[in-house]
C-alpha cells in the first residue's frame, strides 16, 4: 500500500504547484460567490432567496461553460504532451465558438423571456419576481465570461494555471468594489440592490475579458494563431466532437439535475428559508471544496500529459495514487469543517449573513451533512473529472456521473421533499446518495485498466 506513495524525485512539489493555483483559482471564484451572498443578504432574505433563485439555470450555463472547458481540456492536456500548439489552437476555437453560442442563446432569454423563464424555478411570487430583475442584466456577463473560461481552461490544461488566477483575481476584486458601489448607492451611483449586484458581475465579467484579449496578444509563451483559431478545421472538429461533448454533455445534464434539487426546495413548505438557508450552505460548501477540485484538476493534467508523452504505462499507478490522495484529503477536511461548522460558522457568520433563527437550523443540517460526505465525494470527484476524463474514457465517465445522480438521487429527493414531505434532512441524504452508487461504479471502471486511451492525432491530418 505504501508503495503507492513513492514517486520520483520532483513528482510532488509538481503536484503541489499545479494544485495551488488551481485551489487559488477556485477559492477566488467561490470567495466571489460568497461576498455576492452576504452582500445581498444584507438587503433580507427575501432577495437573498430571489438571487438564489436565479442562480439556478445560471448554475447549469455555468456547468455548460465548465464542460467545455474540461473537454477541451482532454485533448489540450494530451496534444501540450506532444507538442503540438497548432492543435491547441483549433480546439481553442472550438471551445470559443460552443461557449459563446450557448450563452448568447441564455442572455436572450434572460432578456426577453424572463418572467416566465423564471417561474419555472419556484412559486412565490416576490422571489420570483427579485429573480427577474437580477437575472436580465447579469445574464450578458456570461457571454463574455465564457470566452475567458475557455482561455483559462487551455492554458491550465497545459500546465499554466497562474494565468487563470490573475485573471480572475482582478475580476474578483473589481466585482466586490462594483458590488458596494451599485448594491448600496455609494460614490453618487443608484442604490439598486439585487439588480446592482447583477450589473457589478457584469462589469466585471467585461474587465475580465478586456484582460484575456491583451495577454493574449501579448503573450509570447503560447502563440494564438487566429487563422487556426478561426477556422479549427473539420478534422478536429470531429475529434471536439467526439471527446468534448460527452464531457459538455456530462456537466450540462449533470447541472440541470443538480438544478432540480433547490427547485423541489423551492416547492416545500418554509421555501423561503429553505432557500435562504441553502444560498450559505451552497457557497460555504463551494468554498470548502476548492481544494477537491484543484486535485481533480491536477489529476485531469496530469494523467492527460502523462499519455499524451507516449507513457501509459505508467498512467494507472498515477491514478491510483492521485485517487487514494484525494480521498485522504476529504477525509481530514471533513473533519476539519465539521469542527468549524459548530464552533467558527454557526455562532458567527450565521448572525452576518441575518438568517433567521429557522434557517440558521437548516443550513447546519445541510453542511453537517456535507461534510460527513466528504471524503466520497472527493474521491469520486478526482476519479471521475480527473482520472478517467483525462485518461479519454469521456463516454464511460459521464454515465457514471449522471446515472446515479438521475435514476437515484433526483427521484429519492423528489419523493422525501413533495411526495412524502418528510422535510429537509431526508432531501438533502438523498441528495448524497449519489456519492455512494458513483463510489462503486467508479471504482469497478477504474480497476479494469479501460479507460487509458491517447485521443490525440498527428498535426499534419488536421488540413481546414
Known amino acids: 500500500m505504501f508503495s503507492l506513495f513513492k514517486r520520483e524525485p520532483g513528482f510532488y512539489p509538481r503536484l503541489v504547484a499545479l494544485a495551488l493555483p488551481i485551489l487559488i483559482q477556485n477559492l477566488i471564484t467561490n470567495s466571489l460567490g460568497l461576498i455576492d451572498t ?7 432574505e427575501g432577495p437573498l432567496a430571489g438571487v ?45 465558438y460552443a461557449a459563446g453560442a450557448i450563452t448568447l442563446v441564455f442572455a436572450l432569454i434572460t432578456t426577453f423571456l424572463a418572467q416566465p423563464f423564471m417561474s419555472l424555478f419556484g412559486n412565490d411570487p416576490d422571489v420570483v419576481n427579485t429573480a427577474v430583475r437580477y437575472i436580465r442584466i447579469v445574464g450578458w456577463s ?11 481552461g487551455a492554458h491550465r490544461a497545459m500546465g499554466n494555471p497562474n494565468r487563470g488566477m490573475y485573471i480572475l483575481a482582478s475580476s474578483m476584486l473589481g466585482n466586490t468594489f462594483l ?3 451599485f448594491i448600496f448607492g455609494n460614490l453618487g451611483a443608484p442604490r439598486m440592490e439585487e439588480a446592482g ?12 475579458f478586456g484582460i484575456m484579449a491583451v495577454w493574449a496578444v501579448l503573450d509570447k509563451g503560447f502563440r494564438i494563431r487566429p487563422a487556426l483559431l478561426l ?11 467526439r471527446f468534448s461533448t460527452p464531457v459538455m454533455c456530462n456537466e450540462t445534464f449533470w447541472g440541470l439535475g443538480t438544478s432540480l434539487f433547490p427547485t423541489i426546495m423551492g416547492h416545500m413548505d418554509g421555501s423561503k428559508e429553505i432557500l435562504a438557508a441553502y444560498a450559505i450552505a451552497g457557497n460555504l460548501t463551494n468554498l470548502c471544496t476548492v481544494g477537491v477540485f484543484a486535485i481533480a484538476g491536477t489529476a485531469a493534467i496530469l494523467i492527460g500529459q502523462e499519455i499524451g508523452s507516449g507513457r501509459s504505462h505508467h498512467v494507472y499507478r498515477l491514478g491510483a495514487l ?26 458567527y457568520l450565521y448572525p452576518v449573513f441575518s438568517l433567521s433563527q429557522s434557517a440558521g437550523n437548516i443550513c447546519t443540517l445541510m453542511l453537517t451533512i456535507v461534510f460527513l460526505f466528504m471524503p466520497l ?10 482520472v478517467l476524463r483525462g485518461g479519454g474514457d469521456v463516454r464511460v465517465a459521464t454515465l457514471i456521473d449522471l446515472l446515479p445522480l438521475w435514476l437515484v438521487a433526483l427521484p429519492l429527493s423528489a419523493l422525501a421533499g413533495l411526495v412524502l414531505q418528510a422535510g429537509i434532512l431526508w432531501v438533502y441524504l438523498a441528495m448524497m446518495s449519489e456519492n455512494l452508487v458513483k463510489c462503486v461504479l467508479g471504482t469497478i471502471r477504474f480497476r479494469s485498466g479501460l479507460w487509458i486511451n491517447d485521443v490525440t492525432v498527428n498535426t499534419q491530418d488536421m488540413q481546414p
Open 197 to 208: 449586484a447583477a450589473l457589478a458581475t457584469l462589469l466585471a465579467r467585461v474587465l475580465s
Open 38 to 44: 452576504f452582500m445581498v443578504g444584507t438587503l433580507g
Open 231 to 241: 477556422r479549427p478545421g473539420s478534422q478536429m472538429l470531429r475529434r471536439f466532437v
Open 322 to 347: 492521485l485517487d487514494v490522495l484525494s480521498f485522504l484529503f476529504g477525509l481530514v477536511s471533513g473533519g476539519v469543517f465539521l469542527l468549524l461548522l459548530h464552533l467558527v460558522i454557526a455562532p
Open 179 to 181: 458590488n458596494w458601489v
Open 142 to 152: 456570461y457571454f463574455f465570461d465564457s470566452f475567458v473560461q475557455v482561455y483559462i
Open 377 to 386: 465525494r472527493a474521491f469520486d470527484s478526482t476519479n471521475i473529472v480527473g
Open 52 to 96: 438564489t433563485l436565479a442562480n439556478i439555470p445560471v448554475f447549469v450555463v455555468q456547468l455548460m461553460m465548465f464542460g467545455i472547458q474540461s473537454g477541451s481540456s482532454v485533448l489540450i492536456s494530451q496534444y501540450r504532451g506532444k507538442g503540438d500548439t497548432d492543435s491547441i489552437n483549433r480546439v481553442m476555437g472550438l471551445g470559443m
